[in-house]
């Protein structure tokens, strides 16, 4: 499971509840702080309790679940299924007489023995159904209980959901009516947690698995999706069709899915099995590119963990209004719409695509073939699926990628976890939802990254090859991890899952260095700062440390932190250069790492690792020395873009020698970011002899983001030349496209620019609106045509009054009226002031929403 993720940034993202990204449209601004300065592990401490704690056990098994067919058809105006859901059970051990289901929001229209008409007695309270067999049974005998039921997911007093997934309503209708003629009608499925149950009768707990048969009857036009492979799809007479899917192994409950819609599918094949691909047909070219590297993923994962993809196929579909990010489906993944992206698009923001794909793709053994047990242990899931991403980085792009998305996943986990945090394996959930965080995800990859380098890599992956096949089709615990790991490796390593899985918190360290003249010994000293209730008061942490002469020669030193304060001597004939703690930098921790500047200096020049750089970037941020300056310069020249990113923040541009650098880049760097940030600071300069460069910029092969900063660039050195270069752009209804575009023609409004304006008003949303209306407003009175400003007065009216529109929109559009009435009254022009007035005042008594009614409280006038 992911969810939506942030627009790629040069700074760490934060991660909100869910721990992946708030996968995005639904995610708020990624909040920025100092992961090695200022997170700290403190939360209050409280009174001894009186009471046992609290605990979610796994699920108790009174039956055995082995199969489920279920016949279904949709009634889309009522947004209901019709279905037949045939279970195949036996009792778990002890004998029964009666089996309870999960079965939310059901019409039960029928419960009865397949193949009998008498019905069976049943108990049923909108949650549970509760059957009544016409026998005792023993765990040695399967009965089949057929149970024929409407479902009704949008018919519930209120719809639950989390930060992480939105929404609980297990089965969704979307443009049901087919009204919204911008968006394609669809039906689709979201089982995890356990919401599965909302459209068929099941056992819906993770540790539950079974085989699958699906019957679902669509109107001929729609696509569908399912899990396992379609044996068959048969036309009806009354125009209808049934496609049949069969899934062969056994998965658990919440993994059931469809999909349905007017899709294309581009088809691959990989290894003999079905790869393909679903997409809303104007995608269809850009298939391959929205799902990437699929099939090389296939062979990657199944080599690297030395157990083959288990499952018949391996789909991905694309659906609207999803209500997280991705979901792992077993062989039939599905994601929210932030995937469907052009060629293009996919210049700025391929990696996104990349990791979500490599998530899911990789839950197909870390969640599918293995299962979580409970909700407690989902980082057995989660963890695996986070840390999935590095593996395929590294392998991808390479070792600092890699290292720099672990160290972006482990930041949103710190900031998570500034109140306290909790135990990794966390028993003591208030709702199960709420394990879907920083630490499920986040913290869970970046415990398996520090397990692989404290036993090594081939240790490592033959302990995972093992704990699948061993713990093949079924659920498991940590504990089942931790004892593969010390067969595997001949290691007790309790220690390790004591403090990293079932503990709170990570290490707070303030690290400080010194040598002494007299006795040749270098020494760090290290002292643990955290704090807190459930927090590891002392971490056993084993490090390694590299001494670091003059020359660059290098010294390897092992310790091993057992104290809460503690130093560590090494013989140095001369006093080091660096001392450097954490060599691969894999530990999860905070440090105050005290180096002055010059051996922050001489890290960045001597040091390989990616992590080792940054840090020293990010440390001589404060330094007025000019050793900062020297650094800064030479890291616009570093290998890998997010350090020149970095690096272009901090030089000084009005250096000819740094502006010429800046320049070059501008040009010739291969990174979207770096280029357009090259060319925001090209802009600033207001020397003219950049237009070109900008210019080329604008070229049909660049990234939107390098086409967004050209544009904006021109537009500061030479803005009628941008407004001519703009014409060619204004077909493209891309974000990245249209704030700058609005931007540049209401500060030079031009009657020529209306149309752009009319054909966008219907398509921007979100932030985005904010500037469009503001922007539209300034063309406006720019232009100074009452009877243009009166015509689109009324249609921002019309925008701020309906109600199906999104927040976004309508804010923008009253606010635009407001600024509007504004202007009349700095004109003194009273007729139109009583008519804005009277028109704010309709918008603000007919708004629904409590949040906007507050926020139209400033357009009140004085």
Partial sequence: MASTPPSPATEPAVWDTMGKPLMGEEAEEPVEYAFMNE?????????????????????????????????????????????????????????????????????????????????????????????????????????????????????????????????????????????????????????????????????DKPNERCTQEMYITVENKFKTLSNGVMVSSKKNADGTRTDYWKMDKPHAPYLFMMAIGEYAVVKDKWRGIDVDYYVEPKYEPYARDIYPYTTEMLDFFSNKLGYAYPWSKFSQVVVRDYVSGAMENTTAVIFGEFMQKNKRELLDDHMTNEKVVAHEMFHHWFGDLVTTESWSNLTLNEGFANYSEYLWLEHKHGKDEADFHEMQERQGYVFSAAGGGHPLIHFGYDNREDMFDAHSYNKGGAILHMLRAQIGDDAFFTGLQRY??????????????????????????????????????????????????????????????????????????????????????????????????????????????????????????????????????????????????????????????????????????????????????????????????????????????????????????GDKKYVPLLQKGLGADQAYSVVSAALSGLTKLDPQAAVAASKVLQNDDSDA???????????????????????????????????????????????????????????????????????????????????????FREKGEVDNVTALRGILSEIKEKETDATLKLYYNMFDEP
Avoid: C
């Fill in 39 to 203: 997170a700290e592990v403190m939360p209050e401490k409280s009174q001894e309790p009186d009471t046992l704690a609290p605990y979610n056990p796994s699920h108790t098994f009174e039956h055995d679940l082995i199969h489920t067919k279920i016949e279904i058809s949709f009634d889309w105006a009522k947004k209901r299924a019709n279905g037949t859901a045939t279970l195949t059970m036996r009792p778990w051990f002890y004998p029964t007489d009666k089996v309870t289901l999960d079965a939310k929001n059901f019409d039960i229209k029928s419960v009865a023995l397949d193949g009998k008409s008498e019905q069976l007695k049943y108990d049923y309270n909108n949650e549970q159904l509760t059957i009544h067999l016409s026998k005792t049974y023993t765990r040695n005998e399967e009965f089949k209980v057929a149970i024929q039921y409407t479902a009704k997911p949008d018919e519930r007093e209120s719809i639950g959901g989390s930060a992480a997934i939105t929404q609980d309503k297990g089965l969704y209708f979307i443009n049901a009516d087919g009204a919204d003629k911008d968006k394609p009608m669809q039906i689709w499925t979201q089982g995890e947690t356990e919401s599965n149950s909302f459209w068929f009768p099941t056992v």
């Fill in 737 to 823: 496209i249209i704030p700058v575009l609005t931007e540049l023609y209401g500060d030079n409004p031009d009657r020529a620019n209306l149309p752009f304006f009319e054909q966008k008003i219907d398509k921007v949303d979100y932030a985005g609106a904010f500037s469009f209306f503001e922007n539209y407003r300034k063309f406006l009175v720019g232009i100074g045509d009452p009877a243009l400003i009166g015509s689109a007065i009324d249609r921002f009216k019309n925008i701020a009054l309906d109600g199906t529109t999104s927040q976004w929109r309508r804010f923008g559009a009253t606010k635009a009226i407001a600024d509007i009435r504004n202007y």
């Fill in 468 to 685: 699948l096949k061993k713990n093949e089709y079924t659920d498991v615990e940590a504990h089942e991890l931790r004892l593969i790991f010390e067969d595997v490796t001949g290691q007790d390593l309790n220690w390790f899952f004591n403090q990293w899985f079932f503990s709170a918190g990570h290490p707070n360290l303030d690290i400080d260095y010194g040598w002494d003249e007299n006795t040749k010994k270098a020494s760090v000293t290290i002292t643990q700062t955290q704090e807190g209730e459930g927090v590891v008061r002392v971490f056993d942490l084993p490090l390694t440390v590299d001494l670091y002469d003059a020359t660059g020669k290098v010294t390897e030193e092992f310790i091993r932190l057992t104290k809460r304060s503690q130093t560590f001597t090494f013989d140095a004939p001369t006093r080091p250069a660096l001392i450097n703690t954490d060599v691969e930098k894999t530990l999860l921790a905070v440090k105050r790492d005290n180096h002055t500047p010059e051996e922050w200096a001489f890290m960045y020049r001597n040091v390989p690792q990616f992590l080792a750089r940054w840090e020293a970037i990010e440390a001589l941020e404060d330094d007025k020395s000019g050793i900062a300056e020297q650094v800064y310069e030479a890291a616009l020249k570093d290998k890998f873009y997010a350090i020149r990113q970095k690096a272009l923040q901090y030089v000084d541009p009005e250096k000819p020698e740094v502006l010429s650098v800046i320049a070059e880049m501008a040009d010739k760097d291969t990174d979207p970011g770096v280029k357009s940030i090259a060319m925001q600071i090209l802009g600033e300069t």
